[in-house]
């Protein structure tokens, strides 16, 4: 089964302008919004296991409780490029086997 959000977050992490924190980054953001339904139950333990990666460092809020900067901007702020960089591999290998695969 292909899945747009995936592709969407491949484009992201190839093509955007960003350093790779940023570019993972804007991905991650893309691909937390797939539904479990969309992938099979080893894809989803995969993606779950990026995205708690990719979301270490809790969001930071204001007084009345809205979120100023997101779990995954928190995370890339305090990451190096190369452990971005590992994490975007694991990500792009996720499309690869959900839009690629026969």
Same mark, same amino acid.
């Given at each position: 089964m292909k899945n747009d959000r995936l592709w969407h977050a /491949? @484009? !992201?992490l /190839? +093509?955007?302008?960003l350093d790779a924190r940023g570019r993972l980054r804007i991905a991650c953001e893309i691909v937390s919004k @797939? =539904? $479990?339904?969309?992938l099979s139950s080893e894809q989803q333990k995969t993606l779950a296991a990026i995205l708690g990666e990719a979301q270490r460092f $809790? !969001?930071?809020?204001?007084?009345?409780? =809205?979120v100023v900067e997101d779990a995954f901007m928190? +995370? /890339?702020k305090r990451a190096t490029n190369k452990t971005a960089a590992k994490l975007a591999e694991k990500l792009f290998a996720? =499309?690869?086997e959900v839009n690629c695969s026969k």
């Open positions: /491949a @484009i !992201a /190839a +093509t955007g302008e @797939i =539904h $479990p339904s969309e $809790p !969001a930071i809020r204001d007084n009345s409780g =809205h928190q +995370t /890339a996720l =499309h690869m």
